[in-house]
């Protein structure tokens, strides 16, 4: 919003409530001054503050200061509340960790007789020695890669039948579900400064660990994990699998691999990324090298994505030079040329499949955010709910389906995401296209004035995929009935 009221697109900003716009006495003075010098004029529809007199204005920083306390004592009560729950130790619901599975428990009777039920988590036998696993290997090789060669090697896979990630194994390896509580999580968590709302003798060596105010989530951005003085911790009604110690080595060993992680680099001049396949069905991405040739281009090869991943224990295939496979493929597709008409039927029939893909990705989007929002929108509402619950039990479902959101937010905005990348495919113009069809006449020389962001499009376009055997490369256009191979 911000970003187009500074370049000038609209003239007023109206909201439905002050609080609706911000609860921070900070961020709204500066709202309002940054409004002011713009000349955007503020309109609130219920306070209906007239901005242009001082007497208005002060009346509405003090509406303002009242929102900002109503949603500090919500924060408060929900900590109230999260405190309480503490003393519980029980799972409050959403997706289950690996290793346990949800199973619903009667834990008392009401007055009028019915019963109140509560979720603990149960012990699955299989998963659990996955976990085990994972954490056994990475305290002896210190590296989250080669735990996930490993278990792609002994071809382990996730509860929903996807290989394991070093981002999954890195979540199972941060949570503290799985620690066994003791003398020595006690005396971790004390000298981290957590809050610890059981007693010392309750560590008991059995147990597992229930943390609670462990994420921060904030509409727009990645749920991000608290700093640990932030967390209330419990011994759980669970049976723990990691010892303590073992769970507390791997989170050193976490942190000091911090600045040693893999860093992914945001630039290269690669032009197969998306369309290059390994004979094993895997995607090949581009590794870059710290050499360069004469001409001063930085050298890469492609890699197979399950090699790398499993250390080549899937896979074996040569690694081809980047720099000569792209030139091949350049190459190749300015001997299209030499039949115009079917070079154009080609390249259009390619546009109109890549929009095609493009739409639908942009109409899947549409209804996930919707999905997302409407989340979002559920969750505040709960929040806000919270401050105005009467009973103890009525704040614990609140909470408890608050946690379902949540869970249900997290996977919308991976399904977001990689639609997003999907959709990044379709990213020639129609003038673009224009102008590579008028120039078809001299397209050996017109390819090469293209940029890497051009050409990788225009390879997007007319290659459905190319699958590199190790020796050579299989390459299957677009065409107007099906697909054409050439080698």
């Known amino acids: ?17 002050l609080d609706r716009i ?65 003393k519980t130790g029980r799972w409050l619901g959403g997706v289950t960790p690996t290793g346990y599975s949800s199973k619903r428990i009667a834990v008392s009777k009401k007055e009028d007789g019915k019963e109140r039920w509560a979720y603990r988590l149960t012990l699955l036998p299989e998963e659990a020695e996955t976990v085990k696993l994972i954490f056994d290997k990475y305290n002896d090789f210190n590296s989250l890669t080669k735990v996930e060669a490993e278990l792609l090697r002994r071809r ?17 390896l941060q949570n503290p579900v799985y620690m066994i509580a003791d003398e020595a999580a006690y005396r971790y968590f004390s000298e981290q400064g957590a809050e610890i709302y059981s007693l010392r003798s309750e560590f008991d060596g059995k147990h597992g660990i229930a943390v609670y105010n462990r994420t921060r989530q904030e509409k727009g951005k990645a749920t991000e994990v ?19 110690d073992s769970w507390i080595r791997a989170q050193n060993n976490l ?53 790398d991943r499993s250390r080549g224990g899937l896979c074996d295939c040569r690694n081809p030079n980047g720099n000569a496979l792209d030139a091949a493929v350049v190459e190749q597709l300015k001997q299209l040329k030499e039949d115009g008409p079917a ?47 009467g009973s103890q039990e009525a704040r614990k479902r609140i909470c408890s389906r608050i946690e379902e959101l949540d869970g249900e937010a997290e996977v919308i905005k991976t399904e977001i995401a990689e639609l997003e990348d999907q959709s990044k495919a ?25 940029n ?9 376009y007319l290659v459905n995929k190319l699958v590199w055997d190790g020796e050579k490369v299989n390459m299957y256009l677009y065409g107007a009935i099906g697909c054409e191979e050439r080698s």
């Open 255 to 307: 942190e000091k691999n911090k600045s040693r992680s893999y860093r992914k680099p945001r630039k290269n001049n690669a032009l197969l990324s998306g369309v290059l396949f390994c004979k094993c069905g895997s995607r090949m991405y581009p590794k870059l090298s710290e050499r360069y040739n004469e001409q001063g281009n930085r050298l890469y090869s492609y890699m197979c994505l399950r090699k």
């Open 426 to 450: 379709c990213l020639l113009s129609l003038s673009e296209y224009d102008a590579l069809t008028d120039k078809l006449p001299e397209f050996s020389n017109a390819v090469d004035t293209l």
């Open 156 to 172: 382990i896979k996730t509860r929903k039948g996807n290989e394991y990630t070093r981002f999954s194994i890195r979540g199972i």
């Open 1 to 17: 919003m911000m970003d187009s009221v500074r370049k000038h697109k609209f003239r007023s900003v109206v909201v439905y409530r």
């Open 22 to 86: 911000s609860r921070n006495i900070g961020d709204f003075a500066g709202l309002i001054e940054e409004l002011g010098s713009l000349n955007v004029s503020f309109v609130s529809i219920r306070e209906q503050f007239d901005t242009g007199s001082p007497m208005g204005r002060a009346m509405m920083y003090i509406a303002s200061v009242f929102s900002q306390l109503e949603r500090e004592t919500i924060a408060e009560r929900i900590r109230d509340n999260m405190l309480e729950l503490a």
């Open 452 to 460: 890497t962001d051009q050409k990788r499009s225009l390879i997007k």
């Open 226 to 244: 608290r700093p640990l003085n932030d967390w209330i911790v419990s011994v759980g009604r669970h049976k723990g699998i990691i010892p303590s």
């Open 343 to 389: 070079f154009t039927a080609r390249l259009k029939n390619g546009v109109n499949l890549l929009c095609k893909k493009g739409t639908d990705c942009e109409n899947a989007l549409v209804e996930l955010r919707l999905a997302l929002n409407a989340s979002e929108a559920k969750m505040t509402a709960l929040i806000d709910s919270l401050a105005g619950a």
